[in-house]
């Protein structure tokens, strides 16, 4: 039997049991697709996350500067180091789940979870016992069911990829066009992800379709033909521990309100489930650091959701504001960029 039956081989998951088999414990990962990674996902990485260890070799560009685009004030965040990169999420999990095997996991694919129940979880007919659950199965969790967890705040994220070498990683922020949320290019070696978010009670899913294939088309990127894919995001956090079971990542809703921003958090969270189940007494500081930061992006958010006038204000002076070096730094703390 299984000491610890992890749902979910993303980041989350991946990075508490890479930590709980190093520590020596009896870890199982369920994965239902058949390979790590197969996320809709723009990849983007900050400092932070390669502070956790993912090697540069993997990655698939790095930008020391990022451009924001406020409603048509155009503003260039920059960084004496790399301040973002991007990475294929096929390749960040292929690389997260050999250094969970490295260590001792066992990672079973093609296993979906679809019954849970005080004492063991299901795939096919096969009852799976554990003293521990973790789940890190992602924004539609079935753990988070489980635990009867409701989720009031959703986001809709969608993106193309687009064929050709991009100069800039670039932030598009335009109310009309979605909501609180922005538009994004974040490229790749030979192409580029493109994609838009909003929040779902902002703007329906179909009219940011539209929004961003006419945004596409008034910058000329070349969108025909191509499929554009799309994830619900979970932002509703409502707890994480729950006597021997946890959620991490997006299933606790650990994603960032403004930035979007969920590798990160889930690698995080991921790690401090692990020490948690490893030290009864341990205090999860890291999880009350990432919830301050995500508290502080929800106000932002609402900020720009709601005072429209305050909102141009700030975007206006932005250029005059980051030239501050200490407003600089702060911004990019705040949005999670060093
Ligand atoms: C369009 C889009 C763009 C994004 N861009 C970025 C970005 O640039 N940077 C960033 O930091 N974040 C980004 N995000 C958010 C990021 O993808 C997530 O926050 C992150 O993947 C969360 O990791 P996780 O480990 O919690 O869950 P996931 O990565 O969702 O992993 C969950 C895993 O659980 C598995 N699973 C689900 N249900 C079951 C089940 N019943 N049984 C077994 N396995 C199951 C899934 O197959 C999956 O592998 C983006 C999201 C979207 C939708």
Redesign the pocket.
């Known amino acids: 039997m299984p000491e610890i039956v992890i749902?979910?081989?993303?980041?989350?998951?991946l990075a508490a049991a890479k930590m709980l088999a190093e520590a020596g414990k009896d870890v199982l990962v369920?994965?239902?697709?058949e390979i790590?990674?197969?996320?809709?996902?723009?990849?983007?990485?900050t400092n932070l996350?390669l502070s956790y260890g993912i090697p540069k070799s993997i990655l698939e560009r790095q930008f020391n500067r990022v451009l924001l685009n406020l409603e048509g004030t155009e503003v260039s965040l920059k960084d004496s180091g790399k301040i973002m990169c991007?990475v294929r999420?096929t390749n960040l999990?292929k690389f997260q789940a050999k250094q969970a095997q490295k260590a001792g996991a066992e990672i079973r694919y093609n296993?979906?979870?679809?019954e849970i129940s005080k004492n063991f979880v299901k795939v096919g007919k096969e009852k799976i016992p554990f003293k521990f659950l973790i789940g890190?199965?992602?924004?539609?969790?079935?753990v988070r069911e489980y635990l009867g967890l409701k989720s009031n705040k959703w986001a809709i994220?969608?993106?193309y990829e687009v064929k050709g070498r991009f100069k800039d990683l670039e932030f598009i922020f335009n109310r009309k066009l979605f909501g609180s949320l922005f538009a994004?290019i974040?490229p790749y070696k030979n192409s580029a992800?493109i994609?838009a978010?909003c929040y779902s009670n902002e703007i329906s899913a179909a009219e940011i379709r539209t929004n961003l294939d006419e945004w596409c088309a008034e910058k000329g990127y070349k969108i025909k033909g191509k499929k554009l894919?799309?994830?619900p995001?979970n932002m509703s956090y409502e707890g994480f521990k729950f006597k021997n079971v946890f959620l991490?990542?997006?299933?606790a809703g650990?994603?960032m309100d403004l930035t979007?921003?969920?590798?990160?958090?889930?690698i995080i969270s991921?790690e401090e489930v692990a020490r948690g189940i490893l030290s009864s007494k341990y205090d999860f500081t890291q999880i009350e650091e990432l919830l301050k930061i995500k508290a502080a992006q929800e106000k932002t958010r609402k900020i720009i959701a709601t005072r429209p006038y305050l909102t141009k204000l700030c975007y206006l002076l932005m250029p005059a504001l980051i030239r501050i070096p200490h407003i600089n730094h702060k911004i990019l703390s705040m949005v999670g960029l060093q």
Do not use: H, Q, Y
């Open positions: 749902v979910g081989a993303g980041p989350g998951g369920l994965e239902k697709n790590p990674g197969l996320k809709v996902c723009a990849g983007g990485l996350e991007t999420r999990g296993a979906k979870v679809t890190a199965d992602g924004s539609a969790s079935i994220c969608m993106e994004w974040f992800m994609g978010g894919i799309a994830a995001l991490v990542g997006d299933a650990f994603i979007g921003k969920g590798i990160g958090p889930a991921g």
